[in-house]
């Protein structure tokens, strides 16, 4: 499977950013589980069947590093950006999201709730 381009449509990106697409329930399960690190122009996108708080929760479990975690709704705008700690159960978008983007934390201020992001 060919890697994604992320493209930001409301500002420009500082370096290329490619991500794995993860569309099944087994992909979505495991993530980055088992990782200890992720370089700064990787990540992956989890895309969920419908825009949900609940289902587009993510949890840290394995995962051996914090993340940045983007969340966006079923248009790509970003509704919720958070800092996932490495090992914390847990995290919820404040609102309902589709997709999933989780990058390395340096990554994280070249976004902004309200961008509009497309995969490429």
């Known amino acids: 499977m060919m890697?994604?381009?992320v493209v930001n449509g409301t500002r420009s990106l500082e370096r290329p950013l490619r991500v794995k697409n993860c569309e099944s329930f087994s992909c979505?399960?495991?993530g980055l589980m088992f990782r200890s690190s992720l370089n700064e122009g990787d990540g992956l996108l989890l895309v969920q069947k419908t825009t949900s708080k609940a289902n587009a929760a993510i949890h840290m479990f394995f995962v051996g590093m914090d993340l940045g975690v983007i969340w966006l709704?079923?248009?790509r705008k970003i509704v919720d950006i958070q800092l996932a700690k490495s090992w914390k159960p847990f995290y919820f978008p404040r609102f309902p999201a589709k997709y999933i983007l989780e990058i390395h934390p340096q990554r994280l201020p070249e976004f902004q709730i309200g961008d509009e992001l497309s995969f490429e």
Do not use: A, I, M
């Open 28 to 30: 979505r399960l495991k």
């Open 3 to 5: 890697p994604l381009n």
């Open 73 to 75: 709704d079923g248009d």
